[in-house]
C-alpha cells in the first residue's frame, strides 16, 4: 500500500475539483465533534466543516440537497486501521 496523506477538502462528487476517486476506493471514516458521520458529501478540516445530504431531496439538477455543519472535523482512512 502507498502512503496516502489525507486532503484538508474532499468530495465524493466526480465533477468537483475536490474529488480523489483513488482514496474513495480505500474508504473514509469521517467524524464530527466525536460522531460518525456516514452521509458526508464534502469536507473541510481546516475550515471546520461537512456538507451532509439532508434527507432524500434532490435539487432541479439531480444532486441531493446539503446542510453545512461545522465543528471539529476527524478524518481517517479505513483500510489503515485493518492493518
Same mark, same amino acid.
Request: aromatic share 2%; no cysteine; glycine share 12%.
Given at each position: 500500500m502507498t502512503d496516502m496523506t489525507i486532503p484538508d477538502r474532499m468530495s465524493i462528487n466526480p465533477a468537483s475539483e475536490h474529488y480523489n476517486g !483513488?482514496? /474513495?476506493d480505500r474508504g473514509l471514516g469521517i467524524k464530527l465533534? =466525536?460522531? !460518525?458521520k456516514i452521509n458526508v458529501q464534502e469536507y473541510c478540516?481546516?475550515? =471546520?466543516? +461537512?456538507? %451532509? &445530504?439532508? =434527507?432524500?431531496? /434532490? @435539487?432541479?439538477? =439531480?444532486?441531493?440537497?446539503? &446542510?453545512k455543519l461545522k465543528g471539529i472535523v476527524d %478524518?481517517? +482512512? /479505513? @483500510?489503515? @486501521? !485493518?492493518?
Open positions: !483513488e482514496l /474513495l465533534n =466525536g460522531n !460518525e478540516i481546516s475550515e =471546520g466543516w +461537512i456538507l %451532509v &445530504m439532508a =434527507g432524500k431531496s /434532490l @435539487d432541479r439538477h =439531480g444532486n441531493p440537497l446539503t &446542510m %478524518v481517517r +482512512i /479505513l @483500510d489503515e @486501521d !485493518e492493518g
